[in-house]
């Protein structure tokens, strides 16, 4: 039987909360931590909502009604890009999100696969090019996807196709965190159901999702993480209105038959998974991304002679921050 989510919960948040001097998040308490999250999912699973209800503000407004119209014309999938400054225990973290609108929305969704591959690759060819230069950017912002959040449709039978496809290409190249979108939409009979058959279609495929005991050294943190592996996929349910009752205020989804309170760990798994993302796996994801998934690719790419140096050595270090921040919504 699974362990319960509170248990988890409460035994991680008791745990490190001062990091040793030597760590990766005392290292950038003063200075900021750089993030990077990419969601990925179909239009209607809530990808909007679980961001404003992560950062507990809202970061993507409300969208404008579909013209009725163009109503039943998918757009392309594109990137829209946020940047977030939060403060979880004392540490900074400069979170960009980076949200891939319109994935899965057409009848042909091959280009979406490919787009999302491309985007990626070219995050760590940024930083083989900046590893390679003699004279290095110092204000260089790291680029590379620390995590991808995907959002699954709870159908209550198993993974589509497009689900087994995106994780299967893109699991070499980023930490893919599987959650079910609007899992409120499911009893929690076939909550339970659903989530063993999509395990089952992971092991049955080997699809490459994040895999959390990935790190063997620490065995108190090693029994935790194989408690949370329980919880995969986790979930999500999100907020829509904040409301207030005896013991303050409480963040709810409202329905006609009453509400629920996102908070409330017996409910669904997004206090576990927003602690996991912002809080205690913060420093396993960007590791794992720089020291295995980035050194993965960076061999293969050398390897195969596919690496120019970068031609752009004498342009102004400033260029590439610039042309990023062009095209970035910031948000205070």
């Known amino acids: 039987m699974a362990p319960s989510a509170p248990s988890i919960a409460s035994n991680m948040s008791s745990r490190a909360i001062t990091p040793r001097p030597s760590s990766y998040r005392y290292k950038s308490e003063k200075r900021g931590m750089t993030y990077n999250i990419m969601l990925v999912g179909q239009s209607g699973l809530g990808r909007r909502t679980f961001l404003n209800t992560l950062c507990e503000r809202e970061v993507i407004p409300p969208t404008e009604a579909p013209n009725p119209d163009t109503a039943n014309v998918a757009d392309p999938m594109k990137f829209d890009t946020y940047e977030v400054n939060l403060e979880e225990e004392g540490t900074r973290i400069n979170l960009k999100v980076i949200d891939a609108a319109g994935f899965g929305d057409g009848l042909d969704n091959t280009s979406c696969f490919k787009q999302l591959q491309d985007y990626i690759e070219a995050q760590f060819d940024e930083v083989l090019v900046e590893e390679s230069r003699i004279k290095r950017n110092r204000r260089y912002r790291d680029h590379r996807l620390h995590v991808l959040i995907y959002f699954i449709a709870p159908t209550g039978h198993s993974l589509r196709e497009l689900d087994v496809e995106l994780i299967r290409r893109l699991g070499e190249y980023v930490n893919i965190i599987p959650v079910i979108g609007r899992a409120d939409s499911l009893t929690v009979d076939e909550l339970a159901t659903f989530k063993q058959n999509v395990m089952r279609d992971i092991d049955f495929y080997k699809l490459p999702v ?122 205070e």
């Not at 409480?250 to 912002?278: A, H, K, M, N």
């Not at 195969?304 to 752009?312: K, M, N, T």
């Open 210 to 331: 994040y895999n959390f005991c990935w790190d063997e050294s620490d065995s108190d943190a090693l029994k935790e993480n194989r408690e949370i592996m329980d919880f995969i996929p986790f979930s999500v349910v999100t907020c829509d209105e904040v409301i207030d009752n005896e013991y303050g205020s409480v963040r709810v989804r409202r329905y006609p038959w009453g509400t629920i309170e996102i908070d409330d760990e017996s409910q669904c798994d997004f206090v576990l998974l927003r602690y996991i993302l912002l809080n205690s796996h913060i420093a396993d994801l960007i590791n794992y991304t720089e020291d295995v998934l980035y050194e993965n690719y960076r061999t293969k790419k050398l390897e195969v002679g596919g690496f120019a140096e970068g031609e752009d050595e004498e342009e102004d270090d400033e260029a590439g921050d610039e042309s990023h921040a062009a095209s970035t919504k910031k948000q």
